[in-house]
Nanobody
Framework: QVQLVQSGGGLVQAGDSLRLSCAASGRTFTGYTMGWFRQAAGKEREFVAAIAWSEGSTHYADSVKGRFTISRDSAMNTVYLQMNSLKAEDTAVYYC?????????????????WGQGTQVTVSP
C-alpha cells in the first residue's frame, strides 16, 4: 500500500522560506512522477511542481517558477518542495501526490496516491 506522509508547513511572513517534505513508502517509485499541488480556500486544487523520480526532470507552474524548487532524495524515498520568496497568494493547503509514468503530470485526476495535506500560511 502506497503511503505519502507530509511534513513541514506553517505560518510565515511574506519573503520567508519554507520546505515541505513528502516521505513515500509502499513500493519502488522507479518510473513514477511525484507532484506537489495546492488548494487555496474557495479555489480549485492546482498544480505546483512535479519531478520524475527516475531521471529527476522537473516541471513548475508559472506562478512558482524561480521561487520554488522540487527535489527528491532517492535513498530516503522523500520528495521536497523548497519554497522561497513566499507571497500571500501562496497561502494554501499543499498536497504531495504520485502517479505512474511521466505524462500529463499537471492533471490532478491522473494522480493515484495523495498525502494528507499541510497548511502553508503567508502573512503579507
Amino acid at each position: 500500500q502506497v503511503q505519502l506522509v507530509q511534513s513541514g508547513g506553517g505560518l510565515v511572513q511574506a519573503g520567508d522560506s519554507l520546505r515541505l517534505s513528502c516521505a513515500a513508502s509502499g513500493r519502488t517509485f522507479t518510473g513514477y512522477t511525484m507532484g506537489w499541488f495546492r488548494q487555496a480556500a474557495g479555489k480549485e486544487r492546482e498544480f505546483v511542481a512535479a519531478i520524475a523520480w527516475s531521471e529527476g526532470s522537473t516541471h513548475y507552474a508559472d506562478s512558482v517558477k524561480g521561487r520554488f524548487t522540487i527535489s527528491r532524495d532517492s535513498a530516503m524515498n522523500t520528495v521536497y518542495l523548497q519554497m522561497n520568496s513566499l507571497k500571500a497568494e501562496d497561502t494554501a493547503v499543499y498536497y504531495c501526490a504520485t502517479k505512474a509514468g511521466s505524462w500529463f503530470i499537471r492533471i490532478i485526476r491522473n494522480y493515484e496516491y495523495w498525502g494528507q495535506g499541510t497548511q502553508v500560511t503567508v502573512s503579507p
